[in-house]
């Protein structure tokens, strides 16, 4: 099942499949690739979006650690 689309250029329907339009030549638009348009998207935010995760990941390692103790604490309680 080919997913299609209209060039750009031509407007002539157009397999996703191809890079370019069999009719004019013209190249399909990186834009109609989602994983393409995310990737683009994402690049220049990654770094900084993952020392936040990052950042996040460290709270909340702290947080389940605290959690933690208290659960085992209650558990030892309840025995
Ligand atoms: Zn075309």
Do not use: H
């Amino acid at each position: 099942m080919d997913e299609v689309k209209f060039c750009d250029d031509c407007s002539k329907l157009i397999s996703t499949e191809y890079n370019y339009c069999p009719w004019c030549g013209k190249k399909r638009e990186r834009s109609m690739d989602l994983p393409s348009l995310l990737e683009q998207a994402m690049g220049s935010l990654e770094k900084i979006q993952m020392e936040d995760r990052l950042d996040n990941l460290a709270k909340l390692e702290d947080s389940l650690d605290s959690l933690e103790g208290e659960i085992n604490a209650f558990l030892s309680k309840t025995r």
